[in-house]
């Protein structure tokens, strides 16, 4: 079945996201492959926002669980191995919380995958105490992320996060 996801136009973010997080919901509801979902979900995102130029997952490696390895996205290509503790994703996987970029040029450490990128923020996704992924997400704008993505992104993560256990 098509699925269409139509974001309410609205130059307020918390708008946008309001209108778009229980079409996310919708969109994995009757799904329970993984990578299906996932791929879905950065869709989603990435066409809602004019500024998203990358959106994608980092998923935890199971041979080295110190190591995230690239999981569904959308976007240009990207580095498919990132340490815990290293670049944006590394941090907000290491830390277990959010990190919000303003410009990655300041951001010690950041990794550069598509040069277009200027701000970024990284969600991580806890399970149990532990992190088992990150959704990481690009803008081609400066300062494009606050605290309104932080709380509407952190939501999202809660109520998407039963996928990762149904692969
Ligand atoms: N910039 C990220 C790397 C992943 S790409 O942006 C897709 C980082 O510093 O972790």
Known sequence: ?????????SKVKAEKYESLLPQIVALIKNENNLIANL???????KYSFESFIWVGFYLK????QDELVLGPFQGRVACTRISFGKGVCGKAAESKKTVIVENVDEFTGHIVCDPM???EIVVPVIAEGEVIAVLD????EYSSFDDTDKKYLEMMIENIKHIFSEK
Not at 1 to 9: L, N
Not at 61 to 64: L, M, Q, V
């Open 1 to 9: 079945m098509a699925f269409k996801i139509e974001v309410t136009e």
């Open 39 to 45: 791929g879905n979900v950065c869709s989603a995102l």
């Open 61 to 64: 490696c199971e041979d080295n």
């Open 117 to 119: 990128s200027k701000s």
């Open 137 to 140: 997400i690009d803008s081609g």
